[in-house]
């Protein structure tokens, strides 16, 4: 038998052994799940079960009065900004700014953006029968709706979610698929007789990489298209997801050559998903953020797939993004090419 | 030629070295035994040949070079068989050797005619994790001989199997040897390695206690003697007697010239006799 090119051969035996732990069913399964999940279980908006907050800037504080009479008295903020930093907090709620006088009667709704239409056209109505409680109006109410981001129209509820599954497979499980794959081979010793071949630790490193890489692009490709459909966006978010699984592997196969096995690896596991998890709550509070969350492998692909598919108008966002992981992935692939080379590919660990 | 010298390693936390400057030389085509209980220090030896272990001190040389200095392609020269058998136990067998031949860059024996050679051409196609432990250890014996290497390291390779299967794996040893290959066979079976090895080494708590060919120890070591079974009023009796001995000599002439001899064995020392001679200890 003559051949060439041993990285070739390892990404088959690497499919091999994948598919036969089953974790290509896990994530046909987890993408089902889903994509079950956001079309069927999640609502494409909320009902507005949060509060109503109510500033009263009208000349000679008209409304004030008829707010408290009407069961108002917690939900009154002194200023606009007091009610921005509301809105921020409670995510449910809206807000109105009563304005003018009974001359020029006027109010402006700020909502979060998934509220129903019904809902708002209820709270158009009620701010209109406020201000005629507030007496004889000579002109009818003028009033707007603002959005709390104005560049964002917020995405349907439902389809916001799809970034945040996506990252779950190709950032958090895929990486965990690979930690799985070097265990085995350390555990059934397989490893022991690839460290005494001719073939290199790239080709096991990339062997791997690939692997997981590809898992990554049928979990994202399924998800994308079943929950957001085959939108021209597709190429640039399976190119995320790529670079995800690429950054995620390499900095697996850094950290778990470590290990002994995955009993003891499981513990660094829920600390490091912790810490991948840290964007995913920054994407549904805002307010919890920092500044090295960017750093954090989940982050670029988060935000975005956002800013490609709901985008807030944010200007080379989606390339700052690529960069950035691109620069992660080379120190991990450095990385992971000398904790392999040291720790895997010799005897004794 | 392969060159071993002054080798010593101590694992970390060890209370004693693992290996104590051991020295040795293997001529190419030669069958190199290395002899000793478990815990003497032959697999870590092997490793270090290997380079899966540094050596902490001491050399080993590969025609002169160190294996550091012949770099990954130096393994397409090289076999090793492992004690514990370790395959990948969700591919087939076919699988495994067909994989594991793809990372040579030198021919290779098809992976089917291997499983043929061996007697696992039924469980081909079977996972590796279904074998017994003796079909696993026959199919790291077909990995380690697939790229036809110069240089092949037996870690116990008929451990575990029944003996017809055993003498299949020794008859491939042999052709290995005969084609050409060096062969450093780390046994602690004296059978096997009486009849393989053209030397033997001695290990014991690390340190080598002697090495010279089979038939040398034995002369060395040894007592010239012949057990007789003859009989004496109709029963059978045995004598060892040591013809070196004058009155030892006559017995064996009297009764051969009586006719009362019905066999006669000469009588050497083994390699295990010679191996608790020398370091008090027994092989298991």
Redesign the interface.
């Known amino acids: 038998m003559m051949k060439g090119g041993s990285f070739r051969y390892l990404l088959r035996q690497d499919m091999a052994v994948v598919h036969r732990n089953g974790y290509v069913y896990v994530v046909l399964g987890l993408a089902a799940l889903f994509i079950l999940l956001v079309n069927f279980a999640l609502p494409k908006q909320l009902e507005v079960t949060g509060r109503e907050y109510l500033v009263d800037l009208t000349a000679g504080q008209l409304i004030a009065p008829i707010a408290r009479e009407a069961g108002f008295e917690e939900h009154m903020l002194a200023s606009e900004e007091e009610l921005q930093q509301a809105l921020e907090r409670d995510r449910q709620a809206v807000g109105v700014v009563f304005r003018g006088n009974r001359e020029h009667p006027q109010a402006v709704i700020y909502r979060q953006g998934n509220e129903p239409e019904k809902a708002m056209r209820g709270l158009e109505a009620a701010v209109i029968s406020i201000w005629n409680t507030a007496g004889d109006l000579e002109q009818p109410v003028t009033y707007r709706q603002e959005l709390l981001r104005p560049a964002s129209e917020k995405p349907p509820f439902n389809l916001g979610f799809v970034p945040v599954l996506l990252a779950f497979e190709v950032a958090l499980l895929g990486a965990f698929f690979v930690s799985a794959l070097v265990f085995q081979e350390k555990e059934e010793g397989s490893i022991r007789a690839f460290r005494v071949s001719p073939a290199g630790t790239w080709p096991y490193i990339l062997s791997k990489i690939t692997v997981n890489v590809l898992l990554s692009l049928l979990y994202g490709f399924l998800l994308f298209v079943f929950t957001l459909g085959l939108r021209p966006e597709l190429p640039a978010v399976l190119l995320l997801a790529a670079l995800t699984g690429f950054l995620m592997t390499a900095f697996s196969l850094t950290i778990s050559v470590f290990f002994k096995s995955l009993s003891e690896f499981v513990y660094v596991t829920a600390v490091i998903m912790t810490v991948l998890s840290l964007p995913m709550v920054s994407y549904f509070v805002p307010a919890f953020s920092a500044a090295y969350f960017v750093f954090i492998p989940t982050y670029p692909l988060v935000f975005g797939i956002r800013e490609l598919v709901f985008s807030t108008g944010k200007t080379g966002f989606y390339l700052q993004m690529l960069l950035i992981l691109a620069a992660e992935i080379l120190v991990l692939l450095a990385l992971a090419r000398i904790t392999v080379e040291r720790k895997l590919m010799r005897e004794g660990h | 030629m392969i060159r071993v010298e002054d080798l010593t390693f101590h694992?970390p936390r060890a209370a004693a070295p693992a290996v104590r400057e051991a020295s040795f030389e293997i001529g190419r085509g030669r069958i190199f035994g290395f002899l000793g209980p478990s815990g003497a220090g032959k697999s870590t030896v092997q490793?270090i040949m290997?380079?899966?272990?540094?050596a902490q001190k001491g050399k080993v040389l590969y025609d002169n070079k160190k294996i550091v200095e012949l770099g990954?392609?130096?393994?397409?020269r090289?076999g090793?068989s492992?004690e514990?058998?370790?395959?990948?136990?969700?591919?087939t067998g076919l699988?495994n050797l067909?994989?594991?031949?793809?990372?040579?860059?030198v021919?290779?024996?098809?992976?089917e005619r291997l499983l043929e050679m061996v007697g696992l051409a039924d469980a081909g196609r079977k996972?590796a994790g279904q074998y017994s432990k003796g079909m696993k250890q026959r199919l790291?014996f077909a990995?380690a001989i697939m790229n036809r290497p110069e240089i092949l390291f037996l870690d116990e390779p008929t451990s575990g199997l029944d003996p017809t299967t055993a003498r299949k794996i020794l008859n491939i040893i042999i052709a290995e040897k005969n084609r050409g290959a060096t062969i450093f066979l780390t046994t602690h079976n004296m059978l096997v390695a009486d009849e393989l090895c053209d030397t033997v080494a001695f290990i014991n708590e690390g340190q080598i206690v002697n090495q010279d060919s089979p038939r040398n120890l034995k002369l060395q070591y040894g007592q010239k003697a012949v057990k007789v079974e003859y009989r004496n009023n109709g029963k059978v009796e045995t004598v060892l007697l040591f013809p070196e001995k004058p009155e030892d000599r006559d017995q064996l002439n009297h009764l051969m010239e009586q006719r009362k001899v019905e066999t006669m064995h000469s009588q050497e020392a083994t390699l295990e006799q010679i191996f608790i001679k020398l370091t008090g200890r027994g092989l298991a």
């Open positions: 694992y490793n290997i380079g899966l272990l540094p990954k392609s130096f393994f397409n090289v090793v492992f514990h058998p370790n395959v990948y136990e969700k591919l699988e067909k994989y594991y031949g793809g990372l040579f860059s021919p290779t024996i098809n992976p996972w790291v990995r």
